[in-house]
């Protein structure tokens, strides 16, 4: 959500500037800039688009791209306290809570509360979690297939180390 939001805005600021100046204009200062700039955008719009293909197969089964990562996580980690789970899937606590209040309402997970701790609540997949997250993973993962066979083998392992390298440059 909040990148399509952000891809949204950004392709708006884009637009306007685009809209707004002659073409010559439109760059950047500087060549660095702009490749920056359009290669950020390249990246932003694409994948948006792979994931918005990716997760159609959520909509079956009613599950929101939240909802879908909680039961993830749970199926391939096993039961995870809340913070876990939020860390997991880079959300919230507070989100977290109210995800696992609505898979709860649907039978698909379980809170289970510490005998020597009661502060401390594990979360669980109840058997009709495990076996929708078994059917729907397996659907994500030959969507997820399907969609990088548009890239050789070669491409597909190349834009893995730039992803993993773009993205540990954060943590410098």
Same mark, same amino acid.
């Given at each position: 959500?909040f990148l399509?939001?952000f891809?949204?805005?950004?392709?708006?600021?884009?637009n306007s500037i685009?809209?707004?100046?002659?073409?010559?204009?439109m760059k950047?200062?500087?060549n660095?800039?702009?490749?920056?700039?359009t290669?950020?955008?390249?990246?932003?719009?694409?994948?948006e688009?792979? @994931?918005v293909?990716?997760h159609?197969?959520l #909509?079956?089964?009613?599950l929101?791209?939240?909802q879908?990562? $909680?039961? =993830?996580?749970?199926?391939?980690k096993?039961?995870l306290?809340?913070r876990d789970i939020?860390?997991?899937?880079?959300?919230?606590?507070?989100?977290?809570?109210?995800?696992?209040?609505n898979?709860?309402k649907?039978?698909?997970?379980r809170?289970?509360?510490d005998n020597?701790?009661r502060r401390?609540?594990t979360?669980?997949l @109840?058997?009709?979690?495990?076996?929708?997250i #078994?059917?729907v993973f397996?659907d994500i993962?030959a969507?997820? $297939?399907? =969609?990088?066979?548009?890239l050789?083998?070669n491409?597909?392992?190349l834009l893995?180390s730039?992803?993993k390298?773009?993205?540990?440059k954060?943590?410098?």
């Amino acid at each position: 959500m909040f990148l399509t939001l952000f891809v949204e805005q950004y392709s708006l600021m884009l637009n306007s500037i685009t809209l707004n100046k002659s073409v010559s204009e439109m760059k950047p200062a500087t060549n660095e800039t702009y490749r920056s700039l359009t290669t950020y955008t390249k990246l932003m719009r694409a994948a948006e688009s792979v @994931t918005v293909r990716v997760h159609r197969v959520l #909509a079956t089964p009613k599950l929101t791209i939240s909802q879908f990562g $909680v039961l =993830e996580a749970l199926y391939h980690k096993g039961p995870l306290c809340q913070r876990d789970i939020a860390t997991k899937i880079l959300k919230s606590t507070g989100n977290i809570t109210l995800v696992i209040d609505n898979l709860e309402k649907q039978n698909l997970v379980r809170r289970e509360r510490d005998n020597e701790d009661r502060r401390y609540v594990t979360i669980h997949l @109840t058997d009709a979690g495990t076996t929708l997250i #078994a059917e729907v993973f397996a659907d994500i993962e030959a969507s997820i $297939v399907r =969609e990088m066979a548009a890239l050789s083998e070669n491409e597909q392992e190349l834009l893995g180390s730039l992803c993993k390298k773009l993205g540990l440059k954060g943590g410098e």
